[in-house]
């Protein structure tokens, strides 16, 4: 056995759950050993005890408690990718150079494995983007499932670091489109209501659910976090519904979505935030439309610019809106050429 171990989580390592981070900087940790750690208090992030699916970031110090040696399980050859799935993974390619490859993630495509996700995911699809590369790409950020559009990726350890600290220091610049019930007023506003997690998630967290919280009580609820959205109203169809521009200031847990919703606009087709209804029974009325319009969840990232950590240039990468989204565009006489690249430009 090995003794206790104190170690900081690096600048490229954040925003990972802890059992991930743990196994593979140890391999022959097993799920459960690391489970058992949780529930008797043994692995703590900053001297408090935590979840095995808990998300670190970078900085902070983990302890880890003596490890078992000699009794590691043999390898278990990791089946590759298959063909149908790394032509889609391929296909999704928006751009790309020598050190940085942009998607365009499916909806229903989840960013990483957890618990109920299954085992297809960006990140385990990886092995399919490698082009001639020796490591796979890693993911700098994370879009929700459910959520469509750019995603970056790394392809060496250094631009993940630079990628990442760009991402912590907001240095970035990422505007989502989606399609809301009705029309916020004022059309160009900011919301600003800070996010705690829900009580009752799932096991895994797939049931995680973010409750908004007045400004003034961010400071006095605790696991609260500030929270700042910027939107414009792009085009509406009557008070129905409207197409909305989106600018997370901050990068909170399903922040869009329970933002908008706590104004009074979920997304069309957010079952969680929006509830299901498909009837207008006036304000906060369920986000689904009926009729021609999809029931997935209308959230798409459009766009990412960012400064290029070699070139230094500035880079630009659109994203095409997924098949459900292009549908309900047409169905509602929208054109994604008749509105601004960034609305937010003149007063950002």
């Known amino acids: 056995m090995s003794g206790v171990q104190t170690i900081r989580v690096g600048a490229d390592e954040g925003e990972q759950r802890i ?90 495509l989840p960013s990483q494995g957890g618990s109920g996700q299954g085992d297809r995911h960006v990140d385990g699809l990886t092995e399919a983007l490698m082009f001639g590369y020796k490591d796979r790409p890693k993911l700098v950020h994370r879009l929700d499932k459910d959520t469509s559009g750019v995603l970056l990726l ?44 829900a009580p009752g998630r799932g096991r895994g967290g797939e049931g995680e659910k973010m409750m908004a919280v007045h400004p003034s009580a961010v400071a006095v609820t605790e696991g609260a976090k500030r929270a700042h ?58 986000a689904q439309l009926g009729g021609e319009i999809s029931r997935k969840l209308h959230l798409h990232a459009r766009m990412i610019r960012f400064e290029h950590p070699i070139t230094k240039k500035l880079i630009t990468v659109t994203a095409p809106l997924p098949e459900h989204m292009a549908r309900t565009w047409k169905t509602l006489g929208w054109s994604e050429n008749d509105v601004p690249e960034d609305p937010f430009a003149e007063t950002a």
């Open 19 to 108: 059992d991930r981070w743990l196994k593979k900087r140890f391999p022959q940790l097993t799920q459960g050993a690391v489970e058992k750690w949780c529930r008797t208090g043994q692995l703590r992030v900053d001297g408090g005890r935590v979840k095995a699916n808990t998300r670190i970031e970078a900085g902070q110090e983990i302890r880890v408690p003596p490890l078992p040696e000699g009794d590691a399980p043999a390898p278990v050859a990791k089946p590759r990718v298959k063909q149908s799935d790394a032509e889609m993974i391929q296909s999704c390619v928006l751009w790309r150079d020598e050190h940085i490859i942009a998607l365009n993630k499916p909806p229903g």
């Open 154 to 197: 790394a392809r060496t350890d250094r631009i993940a670091r630079a990628l990442s600290e760009a991402f912590r220091h907001r240095l970035t610049r990422k505007i989502y489109w989606a399609a809301v019930a009705g029309v916020p007023h004022p059309r160009m506003g900011s919301v600003k209501y800070g996010l705690v997690k």
């Open 229 to 286: 959205t910027d939107y414009a109203v792009l085009d509406a169809l009557g008070g129905r519904v409207s197409w909305v521009a989106m600018v997370p200031v901050t990068g909170r847990t399903h922040q869009l979505r329970a933002h908008m919703a706590e104004i009074g606009h979920p997304i069309v087709g957010d079952g969680k935030y929006g509830g299901s209804g498909q009837e207008n029974l006036g304000d906060g009325w369920g």
